[in-house]
């Protein structure tokens, strides 16, 4: 167990839906990083948050959004979903901003769209 | 910009035989950091080692060692004795300090299939 928990494992919705996921990072942790893992693109590199404030952005979409609360949870917007949308997304914590130490995975959100 | 390959797809061995998975990776940095993660059936990416650019040592952890060679930008991994539970996808991943996007970049990943 990371200590790292996303919510939902699991959701099933349909094209042109919007989603929310949620992570809770690892107690002390204020660093949270969200990827994405799908067949044809390997794992990606969405965004991170550190302390409250978006620290970088990787590939993701504008119908994606993040941000991270002040009792530092993260949650990730995807809107006007598509098919390509499916995919593991994982939700990973450090304490520090910057990846030059072990980052914390959850078990990841499982978005299928159909 | 920072790359990581990950040639080996996929490999399968039969229990107790010896398997190296390879990694290359590409950077311009001198400080740069490796990685090697473990995503077994459940899903899950679990840490296995994290190395500096600038510690070449070779590491040794139970059955797990890892051969990190600047010369060749490789860091390639191997289980001795293989079990089945060593059966999950790994995955190489490197970061660049002066990166201030502070991302993971991982290689493809390599299916290890072992058999009884």
């Known amino acids: 167990d990371s200590g790292v928990t996303q919510t939902p494992k699991h959701l099933i919705t349909a094209t042109g839906q919007r989603v929310t996921l949620r992570c809770s990072p690892r107690?002390?942790?204020?660093?949270v990083y969200w990827y994405q893992q799908s067949l044809d693109q390997g794992l990606q590199f969405l965004i991170q948050?550190?302390?409250?404030?978006?620290?970088a952005k990787g590939n993701i979409l504008e119908r994606f959004s993040a941000q991270q609360f002040p009792d530092l949870h993260s949650e990730l917007n995807l809107s006007s979903l598509e098919l390509g949308d499916s995919a593991l997304y994982f939700c990973?914590?450090?304490?520090?901003?910057?990846?030059?130490?072990?980052?914390?995975f959850g078990e990841g959100s499982r978005l299928t769209v159909l | 910009a920072q790359k990581v390959t990950q040639a080996q797809t996929e490999i399968s061995v039969v229990e107790k035989e010896d398997v190296t998975l390879d990694c290359v990776y590409e950077?311009?940095?001198?400080?740069?950091?490796l990685f090697w993660y473990k995503q077994p059936p459940s899903g899950e990416l679990v840490f296995l080692i994290r190395?500096?650019?600038?510690?070449?040592q070779n590491e040794i952890s139970g059955r797990y060692s890892w051969n990190f060679q600047k010369s060749t930008s490789s860091f390639n991994f191997t289980i001795t004795a293989s079990q089945v539970v060593d059966s999950a996808v790994y995955f190489c991943?490197?970061?660049?300090?002066?990166?201030?996007?502070?991302?993971?970049?991982f290689g493809g990943g390599t299916r290890l299939m072992v058999k009884p």
């Open positions: 990973a914590s450090s304490v520090v901003a910057g990846v030059t130490g072990e980052l914390f």
């Open positions: 190395r500096n650019s600038f510690d070449e």
């Open positions: 107690s002390g942790d204020l660093s």
């Open positions: 950077t311009r940095d001198t400080t740069y950091y």
């Open positions: 991943a490197l970061s660049e300090a002066n990166n201030a996007g502070n991302m993971l970049t």
């Open positions: 948050y550190y302390n409250g404030e978006e620290r």
